[in-house]
Nanobody
Framework: QVQLVESGGGLVQAGGSLRLSCVAS????????MGWYRQAPGKQRELVAR???????NYADSVKGRFTISRDNAKNTVYLQMNSLKLEDTAVYYC???????WGKGTLVTVSL
């Protein structure tokens, strides 16, 4: 059974940090590119960061220098370290297997003053 399960969301003050995790099962995780997307209220889902099977990364301009995506193939897990969080980072964050099109159910990140 294919599953992507996100965790680590929550309420954080502006300027704070959170680390999101996404555990994959039922897929050949190590050979797939993985991505983190987010969807804020009233907005379209957008790509935040991606990591290739080889570890190459790309980021949305809005998060460059603040967010870091990484993966641990031994644990079938992809991470999103989020630092210097801003109010506009508030969204539901989704994990995505970019090669197979699988999605997790999302985890809510709320940034407050």
């Amino acid at each position: 059974q294919v599953q992507l399960v996100e965790s680590g969301g929550g309420l954080v003050q502006a300027g704070g940090s959170l680390r999101l995790s996404c555990v994959a099962s039922g897929m050949k995780f190590s050979i797939n590119s993985m991505g983190w997307y987010r969807q804020a209220p009233g907005k379209q889902r957008e790509l935040v960061a991606r990591i290739s099977s080889g570890g190459g990364t790309n980021y949305a301009d809005s998060v460059k220098g603040r967010f870091t995506i990484s993966r641990d193939n031994a644990k079938n897990t992809v991470y999103l370290q989020m630092n210097s969080l801003k109010l506009e980072d508030t969204a539901v964050y989704y994990c995505n297997n970019m090669d197979m099109g699988y999605w997790g159910k999302g985890t809510l990140v709320t940034v407050s003053l």
